[in-house]
């Protein structure tokens, strides 16, 4: 890695808060909340490396994340994966490790997702959600009757939520 920790740090910083803050989706902070005032447990998983997401998740508030995990040596980078690569087959397994830890015992789980690549966790999903969908997810929830929502262009978090929860929970 030809660049220090110090600066990688540096520029994750100004990555995030230049490029990620500004394209947040409008109504996501407010759907975040209502799920966090119901007392529901928030967790993101990802595929992306974790040392992109982190701040991401702490931007939105959001304490529990599973992550593709970049390999650390002896305070660097190596650009390898350290342990189960959170893609494909990998995310059932994290979620499932995930899971196993907890005290607490989740009675229904609601799955929010954009892309056709998280059907596997959706479809384990009490209410699966598709949010700004790829064409195949999209298809694939019209199919389902699963709800489709928007969480741009001026979109309310806390309507999508009392409307994906009301009649489901």
Not at 100 to 110: C, G, I, L, N, P
């Given at each position: ?97 995930w899971l ?22 959706l479809e ?30 001026g979109a ?14």
């Open positions: 890695i030809e660049h220090p920790t110090s600066t990688m740090l540096a520029l994750r910083k100004r990555f995030v808060s230049e490029c990620i803050a500004p394209i947040v989706a409008p109504a996501a902070p407010s759907l975040i909340a209502a799920h966090r005032e119901r007392g529901d447990a928030l967790l993101i998983i990802t595929a992306t490396n974790s040392f992109v997401t982190t701040p991401i998740a702490e931007l939105l508030g959001i304490d529990d994340l599973l992550a593709t995990d970049p390999e650390f040596v002896d305070g660097n980078y190596t650009g390898a994966i350290a342990g189960i690569p959170c893609f494909q087959d990998g995310k059932i397994t994290r979620l499932d490790n196993a830890e907890q005290t607490q015992r989740f009675e229904k789980v609601w799955g929010y997702s954009d892309s056709h690549n998280d059907l596997p966790l384990r999903s009490d209410f699966p959600v598709a949010v700004d969908p790829d064409t195949k997810l999209q298809d694939v929830a019209t199919e389902r009757d699963w709800p489709i929502v928007s969480l741009r262009n309310d978090g806390a309507q999508i939520f009392r409307e994906v929860t009301s009649s489901k929970s």
